[in-house]
């Protein structure tokens, strides 16, 4: 019965083969559409997520401030300083960092040669590679021997690399950061545009033992704790914890956040998460508008063929068809015809997502292919197919066998 | 004030027998249609009542209808009205789909029967490639299928010969020899000297109910 149900809906479209060819274009570019605008707006999700990211996934800030809610003028009020203590204090009782690195920074003059420039240098502890998610190019990345004995070695990033060196080789020379001489021990890989603040470029960083910063610069501060948690819906727990942490040590309000400053990417993601939400939204709205359009095309060419058929109709339910025998196998009839344009749009979608993907070129999003997708733009396809059958099947299920059987 | 009412039939009483042979005669507009679905639980009668052995059918809903047609009822049309893209056996199949009879038993009653009619050989040819007294008997095999209690003809030499018609005839009061009700509805004075009992409508009443001896 299905199988005869099956032909009878290839037999339909045969029957009207123009317009089910423009029917099926229909269904098919309205679920390639489903692939091909989803994927691209998870795609350009992933780019931005990815630009965002390249200062370190899910990266979580902590800066020491100035006392807030107070009566005294703001240059007057008391500053925070956080130091080793309290880096260790978060280290060992927040139990939502997956790592935590303290970090100082200054603009310190760096000279190589008879080369000279300002450069943001930072002191780092070795951790800061993971959460950085930074590559080494050449050389080997600071130990924990390097924080430990105050060694005086540096990391640098590629464009300091090219402002202070040109292109020789960087391993092995040394600079004077601040009049102390330094010795270059590893060179980074490029990381690139960073989408999130023009501040952070990474690449134009030389990195130091935390420690041996602190001895150039003569305090024993850390100027703040970069750190990530296990996973991204701790953000808010994390926060919270360190806050909690360190406003008891530096004696300040757990609400101060002025004492206790904390940036997170991940809320900074969160906002542009719900612009991603609202954009996939409309772009599936879009696709499935689309895929309606090709679905009332369905409907209409059904609706003939019921007209045309109403004496088999009127046939079946003489020889003892029931209305849901004759509902159902029109709304049979038409999901088939539907599917059949819905798995030649899959392949379209996929084809063409293949192929956007293949356009070289930085900032163009590429449609990203995920089976979730696929399951969506089938699930749509399904849906469009069945309420497009439920017109035709009501009107074959009204058909009074009396009248049709005496068509002729 | 706009009293349009039509009765199509008014005042039939009437009575049909197991195993009887039965014509049904009359000018266009006489009711011979509405009689004719009326036995067949096509439709109800507006008013008044209609048992099919001892059911009353006017009592019956859709679905319980639809049962009953399928399994009491074997439909025989002027044009045939088998399905074009079918083979002649799947046509003669097509009421066992409605009821729970497997694959296998299906093809083997339908095949039974288009022996019985003499077109065996015919089974996979579709109804394009059949001559028109081959349509009428596959349809009459669809007819049998589910062993009904009352074949119900319509015009069913209508759309053939004289000699085809004929040969369905004599297959039809074949049937009837073995016991099957018949019922035949038709303009034709030839099926008209052939039957058992001959029912004269006119306006919607019986003008006459002649019943006489087989020849």
Redo the contacts between chains.
């Keep these: 019965?299905i199988r005869?149900t099956i032909?009878?809906a290839l037999?339909t479209m045969t029957t009207h083969r123009r317009w089910a060819a423009l029917t099926m274009f229909g269904i098919v570019w309205g679920t390639a559409s489903v692939i091909l605008l989803v994927g691209w707006g998870v795609g350009s999700q992933r780019m931005t997520d990815d630009g965002m990211q390249k200062v370190g996934k899910n990266l979580v800030f902590v800066w020491a401030g100035r006392i807030g809610e107070d009566l005294s003028p703001a240059d007057e009020r008391r500053l925070v300083t956080f130091d080793f203590d309290d880096l260790e204090a978060v280290r060992k009782s927040a139990r939502r960092i997956e790592h935590i690195s303290g970090e100082n920074f200054t603009f310190a003059h760096v000279r190589y040669g008879s080369t000279g420039r300002i450069v943001d240098v930072r002191g780092i502890e070795p951790v800061m590679k993971q959460l950085r998610g930074v590559t080494l190019a050449a050389g080997r990345f600071i130990s924990p021997e390097d924080v430990k004995f105050r060694r005086r070695v540096a990391v640098i990033g590629q464009t300091a690399r090219e402002r202070l060196l040109g292109p020789r080789p960087a391993v092995g020379k040394r600079l004077t950061i601040n009049g102390q001489r330094f010795e270059i021990i590893g060179l980074l890989d490029r990381v690139g545009a960073q989408l999130s603040r023009n501040r952070t470029l990474l690449d134009e960083q030389v990195w130091v033992p935390i420690t041996s910063l602190m001895t150039l610069l003569g305090n024993e501060k850390v100027d703040n704790m970069v750190m990530r948690p296990y996973r991204r819906e701790q953000n808010n727990a994390l926060k919270s914890e360190v806050r909690a942490i360190l406003a008891r040590r530096v004696h300040v309000s757990p609400t101060d956040e002025e004492a206790v400053f904390v940036i997170s990417l991940i809320d900074f993601l969160s906002g542009f998460d719900a612009v991603f939400r609202f954009m996939n939204t409309f772009l599936l709205l879009l696709a499935v508008g689309t895929l309606s359009i090709g679905g009332i095309g369905v409907m209409n060419m059904m609706l003939v063929s019921v007209n045309e058929r109403r004496?088999?109709i009127?046939?079946?339910?003489?020889?003892?068809?029931?209305?849901r025998?004759v509902v159902g196998q029109f709304l049979v009839e038409t999901l088939v015809i539907t599917l059949v344009g819905g798995v030649v749009g899959v392949l379209f979608g996929l084809g063409s997502c293949k192929a956007l993907a293949a356009i070289p070129g930085e900032l163009v999003a590429r449609p990203v292919i995920l089976p979730e997708i696929v399951v969506l733009a089938i699930v749509s396809t399904t849906l469009v197919g069945i309420i497009s059958g439920i017109g035709p099947a009501w009107r074959a299920a009204r058909v009074?066998?009396?009248d049709s059987?005496?068509a002729? | 004030m706009g009293d349009s009412e039509v009765r199509a039939l008014d005042g039939i009483d009437l009575d049909i027998g197991p195993g009887e042979y039965v014509g049904v005669v009359g000018p266009s507009g006489s009711g011979k249609?509405t009689l004719m679905?009326i036995i067949?639980c096509?439709?109800r009668p507006t008013t008044g009542s209609y048992e099919f052995e001892s059911r009353p059918v006017h009592q019956i809903d859709?679905?319980d209808l639809?049962?009953l047609?399928?399994?009491q009822i074997g439909?025989v049309?002027q044009?045939f009205?088998l399905?074009p893209?079918?083979k002649a056996v799947?046509n003669v199949e097509?009421?066992m789909?409605?009821?729970r009879v497997s694959r296998r038993e299906r093809r083997e009653r339908a095949m039974e029967l288009l022996r019985r009619v003499g077109l065996a050989n015919r089974a996979d040819h579709r109804p394009a490639e059949l001559s028109g007294g081959e349509r009428q008997r596959v349809a009459i095999a669809?007819a049998l299928v589910?062993r009904p209690s009352v074949i119900l003809a319509?015009e069913p030499t209508g759309a053939l010969d004289t000699n085809t018609g004929d040969a369905i005839m004599d297959l039809i009061e074949q049937l009837n020899g073995e016991g099957q009700t018949v019922v035949v509805v038709t303009h034709d004075p030839r099926i008209a000297g052939r039957v058992r009992r001959l029912l004269r409508l006119r306006d919607g009443v019986v003008e006459s109910d002649v019943k006489r001896e087989a020849p």
Excluded: K
């Design positions: 019965m005869e032909a009878q037999a004496q088999e009127g046939l079946r339910l003489a020889v003892g068809a029931q209305r025998h009074d066998p009396a059987l005496r002729d | 249609t679905d067949g096509l439709s859709d679905v639809a049962v047609r399928g399994e439909f049309f044009t009205n399905l893209r079918l799947e097509l009421p789909l409605y009821r669809r589910n319509d």
